[in-house]
């Protein structure tokens, strides 16, 4: 049985467009099986050459002679899997300071090149960088991404009139979105298999790519560190604790974590410390960049987290962080993404800056119902972190309704995200 193919209207369509149009190489990276190909093909038109370097032949040659394999005439050329031929990058160079017209090369990538050992060539002033990540729920159901844009501007009545339309969701629907993902060909296939898919797929990540970006001497060493970093999704980065439950030294440990990193399947999400409180943390907070692998290398279903607030509480935060990132990544304005604690145990979750230095301050809970304690860190932080700069605060929740909790405090649907 074939199943049927679905398109996705994604959202960095424009922004590859508009880069295909004014800058001569442009870098598409993201983790495998996330549409970069398809959009690769799709954006670059009929005449354009295709290679990918999945190709052993087509590798061996680009290896064996990078200038002769990157000469072409007019039109765009796209080299698919470029991390795999890093050394492509200074053939590239040459030829697009002597052909300068825009468009001259799409390459795609499945690791982030700049972190790649060995790379030297940054290409800058010639390339423009952008990344694709699984599906956002707002591209699975074909709306735009407007939540920070209208977050900002506390414009909360368009989400009222929002969430007049579709299904009322509630935790057990929010869970089970988070355990789909957004890996497109694994949301295409029922809960067993949609599993296996995300097995084969870390199996084929251990058999060829981490053969490409690290010594990779212990793979089952390896396997139980994306174990224990799926479970430490959503907590503050403690490589000294992660290193505690393998019998890995503090290097190896280091370079394993760097080479998940590189390969787009963690990330991290740096500390908020630009305040003149002395009592602010600097760690990193960890994430797992898409959750339906998450669930799956945990091997969790619903019925088994529902009723377990840390474990649907940790998924849907780690949900959460998708969303935003994707939100982010999609804006023609520059926001940047943080979460804040401190030594007296102040949390918030997230918080979001954009442009002009105004804040959004996101805090995630897995209920249905929201109090005023639950902005008590928002409000510390508003008067003593952000007392110069415009800071909304919001309260993320599975309930349904939008709520006011004070100045520039509301209580929000989880899936406003995505409408």
């Known amino acids: 049985m074939t199943l049927p193919t679905v398109k996705y209207a994604r959202w960095q369509y424009n922004k590859i467009e508009q880069g295909l149009i004014f800058r001569r190489v442009l870098v598409l990276e993201g983790a495998r099986q996330s549409g970069k190909t398809t959009l690769a093909k799709e954006l670059s038109g009929a005449d354009a050459i295709y290679y990918t370097l999945d190709d052993i032949t087509l590798l061996k040659s680009a290896l064996d002679d990078p200038h002769g394999f990157v000469s072409h005439g007019k039109g765009a050329m796209i080299i698919d899997e470029i991390q795999r031929a890093p050394i492509l990058l200074q053939a590239i160079k040459k030829d697009v300071d002597e052909n300068q017209e825009p468009g001259r090369f799409f390459l795609t990538g499945s690791a982030d090149i700049g972190l790649l050992p060995g790379v030297t060539e940054s290409l800058a002033g010639r390339i423009m960088k952008i990344r694709l990540r699984p599906l956002a729920l707002g591209e699975i159901d074909g709306h735009l991404p407007h939540f920070l844009t209208h977050a900002f501007q506390g414009q909360f009545s368009f989400f009222k009139h929002q969430l007049q339309t579709g299904a009322v969701l509630n935790k057990d629907d929010y869970i089970q979105e988070a355990l789909k993902g957004g890996y497109p060909e694994a949301r295409r296939l029922g809960e067993k298999m949609s599993r296996r898919w995300h097995k084969d797929y870390l199996d084929a990540l251990m058999d060829r790519d981490l053969k490409d970006i690290a010594n990779i001497k212990r793979h089952d060493s390896m ?197």
């Not at 280091?254 to 990330?267: F, G, K, P, Q, R």
């Not at 935060?317 to 994707?326: C, G, N, P, R, S």
């Not at 995630?364 to 508003?382: M, Q, R, T, Y």
């Open 223 to 419: 396997r139980k560190l994306i174990e224990v970093l799926a479970a430490w999704s959503s907590k503050l980065m403690d490589v000294s604790a992660i290193g505690s439950q393998l019998a890995l030294a503090r290097p190896t440990l280091d370079s394993y974590i760097n080479a998940l990193e590189t390969l787009y399947l963690v990330e991290r999400v740096p500390a908020w410390s630009k305040t003149d409180f002395n009592r602010v943390g600097k760690q990193d907070k960890f994430f797992m960049s898409d959750t339906g692998l998450m669930a799956s290398i945990l091997r969790w279903r619903l019925e088994d987290i529902r009723l377990d607030g840390e474990r649907h509480g940790k998924l849907l935060e780690t949900l959460v962080f998708t969303q935003l990132a994707a939100q982010i990544d999609a804006q023609e304005e520059d926001y940047h993404l943080y979460h804040y604690r401190d030594r007296d145990k102040r949390e918030i979750d997230f918080i979001v800056e954009n442009e002009n230095g105004d804040l959004l301050g996101i805090e995630v809970k897995a209920g249905s119902s929201i109090s005023h304690d639950h902005f008590k860190h928002l409000k510390w932080f508003k008067e003593h972190s952000a007392k110069d700069q415009a800071f909304t605060g919001i309260v993320l929740y599975t309930g349904e309704h939008i709520v006011p909790f004070g100045e520039q405090m509301w209580a929000v649907p989880m899936r406003v995200l995505w409408l």
